[in-house]
């Protein structure tokens, strides 16, 4: 089973950036669609981003102008740019499979704060 760990948070002050890397265990088929989840305290799990091999890439609309999402099928890595960033962007960011399968793996925290 392909695990996923995700690294890159951190703390940054509103209007800020990050670069958020996910790297797979295993080879991630590029047919695969990846997306970035994340959990805000007290909220559910929701999609941030998804990337299908032919398609456009979803954004919430949240998050929309802001924040882009990428992969690099040779490394099993999946990327997510975040810029002007917000205090309600503050969660803890995952990236798995879309539509998600399989355990979580290991989050990201990022925290925008003054």
């Known amino acids: 089973q392909v695990q996923f760990v995700a690294s890159g948070g951190g703390l940054v002050q509103p209007g800020g950036s990050l670069r958020l890397s996910c790297a797979a265990s295993?080879?991630?088929?590029?047919?695969?669609?990846m997306g970035w989840y994340r959990q805000a305290p007290g909220k559910q799990r929701e999609l941030v981003a998804r990337?299908?091999?032919?398609?456009?890439?979803y954004y919430t609309d949240s998050v929309k102008g802001r924040f882009t999402i990428s992969r690099d099928n040779a490394k099993n890595t999946v990327f997510l740019q975040m810029n002007s960033l917000k205090p309600e962007d503050t969660a803890v960011y995952y990236c798995?499979?879309?539509?998600?399968?399989?355990?979580w793996g290991q989050g990201t925290q990022v925290t925008v704060s003054s």
């Open positions: 295993g080879r991630i088929s590029s047919i695969y669609a």
């Open positions: 990337m299908i091999s032919n398609g456009s890439p």
């Open positions: 798995n499979f879309f539509p998600q399968f399989g355990s």
